[in-house]
């Protein structure tokens, strides 16, 4: 923020890329953005009153704040953007490996490994239930996954700066690397044999999830040791990609405290 709480004035237009810098949106997505000391942001735009908590997080950050034009912050955003009067211009978090993910991390470890899901709004609800359960990391695949911005942020809601996001180039080959590292995979289909509640998960585990419709592909599943489904009834055998990551990551927690 400039010196003494200032802001400037509007600028009348912004532009929708930077120099590699991203539009992140939503005060959730850029409280935490703005607190999150492995970013590195250009300047907050702010459409009428400004939230104290966000006026000191950006103060203590040094991100200047100007005062925006709502049609013009309108423009630069994609058209469903629901900003919430608040954007932040700000470098993409340096990506991590699997090793730089779980380095570190108390035992046992949890990962989510995705298999072709393509929403930003289930990864980003994936992302939340990570940071909630205490997942190391979000493994996905790096050319099918939308890009760390604004709609994958403002679903997250925050968890993009508290889980990391680790992008590979070949799932398989993560899959048998996290087997050496020691980690059971759990491939989850609705139509395999066992079921969550009977396996140990009081251990490092990675769950494997595929796209909704689709599943997990062939290659993929056969790289896990187990294929899981949840204890769910008849009538409703399978759940979004995920709220069962959600229930994954629950009964891990679960085992975690027994």
Known sequence: MRRGGRRGRPSG????????????????????????????SRKLLVVGALDPAIQSLAGRAKVAVEAADAAALGRALPRD??????????????????????????????????????????????LRSAAAFGACAVVVHER?????????AKAAS????????VRVVNISRTLDELAELGFL?????????????TLDLDRDVALVLGAEGEGLRRLT????????????????????VS?????GLYACAVARRQ
């Not at 570190?104 to 289930?122: K, Y």
């Not at 099918?144 to 994958?152: E, I, K, N, Q, Y």
């Not at 968890?159 to 996001?165: G, I, N, Q, R, T």
Request: proline share 9%; with cysteine; glycine share 6%.
């Open 13 to 40: 237009e912004y532009p929708k890329h930077d120099e590699g810098a991203v539009w992140l949106w939503g005060t959730h997505a850029v409280k935490a953005a703005l607190a999150n000391p492995a970013r590195r």
């Open 185 to 197: 995979r759990l491939a989850f289909a609705e139509e395999a044999a066992e079921s969550l509640e």
């Open 158 to 165: 925050g968890a993009l700066e508290v889980v990391p996001l």
């Open 221 to 240: 599943r056969e790289k896990c040791d187990v294929s899981v489904r949840l204890p769910t009834a008849p009538a409703m055998p399978s759940l979004n």
């Open 81 to 126: 953007a629901v900003h919430q009067g608040v954007a932040l211009l700000t470098h993409p978090l340096d990506e991590l490996d699997i090793h730089d993910a779980i380095e570190g991390a108390a035992p046992p470890r949890r990962l989510v490994v995705l298999d072709q899901v393509t929403d930003p709004h289930n990864l980003g609800a994936i």
């Open 243 to 247: 709220n069962a990551a959600a229930v």
């Open 144 to 152: 099918s996954t939308p890009p760390a911005g604004g709609v994958l």
